[in-house]
T-cell receptor
């Protein structure tokens, strides 16, 4: 059973470009979470999605950031018009559909975004 | 708003020592608490998950305890090894999916 997969592992963008980060959850998992780790800071929750639904986006910046988890395919975190402050490691986690909030989250290896 | 604090921020110990990492949280209304390990430039490896109804969990040389009423958890590492060198993160699950502490950076010296 493959773990959570993220790609690309490393992404370089110039200011103003768009960044698309992909996350494939573990097999059988239908809940996906995105977290961001800024340099020298802890991980911060961004958004929680289930298939075709955003459950909690309280940690998402109000502008330029969006996330989706379509019925088919991976979850996508999209950052439009990137700025240098978006440079960070972005981690995806998944959990199974049963068990609710008590479920363990399993993390992917992360995508390290560098904005030039 | 939940806040998670980890003390110390960094720790250096000689190989073979037993050590304790501390985690405290401000809101005791949690579902569970997880301890993770993160190596430099890498992802997170889950070490132990303690549900809110549990007091401790053990895995090999690791033992984690949870005192929900006082908002504290400890991670005990027995007979430390150089391979244990990493950053250890504590995270609590409440109304917000996982609130993390900033971690304890552990160095085990051979």
């Amino acid at each position: 059973n493959a773990g959570v997969m993220q790609n690309p592992r490393h992404l370089v963008r110039r200011r103003g470009q768009e960044a698309r980060l992909r996350c494939s959850p573990m097999k059988g998992h239908s809940h996906v979470y995105w977290y961001r780790q800024l340099p020298e800071e802890g991980l911060k929750f961004m958004v929680y999605l289930q298939k075709e639904n955003i459950i909690d986006e309280s940690g998402m910046p109000k502008e330029r950031f969006s996330a989706e988890f379509p019925k088919e395919g991976p979850s996508i975190l999209r950052i439009q018009q990137v700025v240098r402050g978006d440079s960070a490691a972005y981690f995806c986690a998944s959990s199974p559909p049963t068990g609710g909030e008590a479920n363990e989250q399993f993390f992917g290896p992360g995508t390290r975004l560098t904005v030039l | 708003k939940q806040e998670v604090t980890q003390i110390p921020a960094a720790l250096s110990v000689p190989e073979g020592e037993n050590l304790v990492l501390n985690c405290s949280f401000t809101d005791s209304a949690i579902y569970n608490l997880q301890w993770f390990r993160q190596d430099p430039g890498k992802g997170l490896t889950s070490l132990l998950l303690i549900q809110s109804s549990q007091r401790e969990q053990t895995s090999g040389r690791l033992n984690a305890s949870l005192d929900k009423s006082s908002g504290r958890s400890t991670l005990y590492i027995a007979a430390s090894q150089p391979g244990d060198s990493a950053t250890y993160l504590c995270a609590v699950r409440g109304n917000t999916p996982l609130v993390f502490g900033k971690g304890t950076r552990l160095s085990v010296i051979a």
